[in-house]
């Protein structure tokens, strides 16, 4: 009589065993309090970056805030998943009518106006810069943070934000190019600036950010092969 042991592949119980641990392994974990905490502050943080007002240069009508700086540090420090949470919190009361983005504006206001391509990339943004710095963790090195804030901070941000521009303004991609150009440098000294805290936050709070999927699908794999 034949079983699993006799060399046909894992009896059902092996199975099972296997399909738990998979399931375990891709399922990403509950919230912790501490998670919560960890995100109320962040998303207080940005709310703060907004309180000292904003500053409209050119006529694209583009506001400079600081809270473009929060939505990098909050993926850089906090990850993806915390991150995005952080600014979807921002987000939600936004929308919710309170005056927590920069100027004392609202969601609705934002949501609006020609600019409202760039609060919606917030969230992309802080996805992206949080998937990219796990996948440097566990040690956090500035220059390629910097490198990962600026595609997300940057690049991911104006891509929505300058595709929100030309669906509610008349300007050709050229002209709303070179109309949010003036606003570059001080978002790559905002990244350069993100890097610098996050790499002293990683390095004296070292596991802030889990680990990447990929290594928790490699040990998956790992233990299936056995």
Same mark, same amino acid.
């Given at each position: 009589?034949?079983?699993g042991s006799a060399g046909l592949g894992p009896g059902p119980a092996s199975r099972q065993e296997q399909? &738990?641990?998979t399931r375990r392994t891709f399922t990403a974990p509950r919230l912790t309090a501490r998670?919560?905490?960890q995100i109320a502050v962040f998303a207080a943080l940005i709310v &703060?970056? $907004?309180l000292p007002g904003q500053l409209s240069i050119g006529s694209? $009508?583009?506001p400079i805030t600081l809270q473009s700086m929060g939505i990098m540090l909050a993926g850089a420090i906090l990850g993806a998943r915390k991150g995005t949470l952080a600014v979807l919190v921002v987000f939600a009361l936004s929308i &919710?009518?309170?005056p927590v983005l920069a100027g004392g504006r609202t969601g609705l206001t934002s949501l609006s106006s020609?600019? &409202?391509?760039?609060?919606?990339g917030w969230i992309p943004a802080a996805l992206v810069i949080g998937l990219l710095t796990a996948r440097m963790m566990p040690r956090y090195r500035f220059f390629t943070g910097f490198a990962v804030n600026i595609f997300g901070g940057i690049v991911v941000m104006y891509v929505f934000g300058i595709a929100g521009m030309l669906l509610?303004?008349?300007m050709g991609i050229g002209g709303a190019l070179l109309a949010n150009l003036t606003f570059v440098p001080g978002d790559v000294i905002k990244a350069a600036v993100t890097a610098a805290v996050a790499a002293q936050v990683h390095r004296a709070y070292p596991g802030v950010i889990p680990a990447p999927v990929r290594r928790r699908s490699e040990s998956a794999s790992a233990l299936a092969a056995h």
């Open positions: 009589m034949l079983d399909t &738990a641990v998670d919560l905490a &703060a970056l $907004g694209s $009508g583009v &919710a009518g309170l020609p600019t &409202a391509g760039f609060l919606i509610r303004t008349d």
